[in-house]
């Protein structure tokens, strides 16, 4: 069995989220702000869309860079460490700023301490590309951790981490015999494009919808305008995991196999496909538990194999950016966060201990099972 090994060092800190804002105010940063102001022109200034680590995030790496995604392009200029600010109480920490499509990036020059709780920082001196500053002072706090991750961050996922499906065109079920355990939802579509029966819901699980139209009275959630806001967070984090806000893999690291996969050990890193991918024998990821994957993938991706987690590795931990179309066969055992492009199909009796966040539908076969990681 080959292992592939990637080496990550701290441009790999670098991975942000780069917004395609199809709904101001979506995502999960959740810190500190006003709402965006308007002068004369009738133009909104830009403010910030999400950050990474969100607000309130805990058991943060050490070796975590801090990440800040805005709406629109900003003045590079304007983005300094004197506009972008970390600090512990009152002690500001020495690190590198640095800006690119929509993304500002505060490096820190040394690791951070464990245990602690650190604020970031975003001042009115941060200008967009006609001069208008930030709409207001932006703030947000994270607490650290003890460990140092390798890979790259984690992607942002915001709100749609409480979905294990999301989609923009519907979720359909084969014959009612799927097994999910999470919650699911749609958005942008009527809520009749849902074809799960509830019954195929574990106990607590419920199904979001934008309007009344879900036939299933019994687990049908109230919340009208969450569906809405998760799948602008799909949108976002599928952009977070893409090159370059989280930088293509390298090296032995890029195109594996021609896109043939088989046999294989991956530790943490980015692995990068121009091409359709092909599993055709069960890989193992093996890294601990605050490590990340992220494998960007330019075409489908198409399996009937296990995908296995040593190490401590967990499923939250592991992203899919595929730009097309994911097919789990027959007897998969599939783990991670699948962002999809365009659709995913599950196969009779495939699995997946993760997410399903598609851009267009989810369709699941005969005694299929959709189980959420654990958080």
Known sequence: MNTIKKYTGRSLWLAGLMMTTLMAGCLGGGGSSSAPISDEDGLAASKVASTNPANGAVDVALNRSVIAIFDEDLDPTSVTDESFILKLNSAKIGGTVTYSEKVATF???????????????????????????????????????????????????????????????????????????????????????????????????????????????TCTSTDKTGASIALGDVLAAYTQASDPATPAGVGAALNIGAGTVTAQTFEPGVYTWGENVTITGEITLDGGANDVWVFQIGGTLDTNQAITLTGGAVAKNVFWRVADVVTLGTGAQFKGVILAKTKVDMVASSTIQGRLLAQTAVNLGSITTVTQPAE
């Open 107 to 217: 490096t820190p020059t040394s690791n951070l301490e464990a245990g602690q709780e650190y604020t970031a920082t975003l001042t009115t001196g941060i200008i967009d590309l006609t001069g208008k500053p930030l709409s207001a002072q932006y703030e947000w706090s994270f607490t650290t951790g003890t460990t140092v991750a390798a890979g790259p961050a984690p992607i942002n996922l915001g709100t749609a981490k409480n979905f294990v499906i999301m989609t923009a065109a519907g979720i359909t079920s084969a014959d009612g015999s799927a097994a999910i355990t999470g919650n699911i939802g749609t958005s942008g579509i009527t809520g009749a494009s849902i074809t799960v029966a509830c019954t195929e819901l574990a106990g607590g699980s419920e199904v979001f919808t934008d309007d009344a139209a879900y036939p299933g009275a």
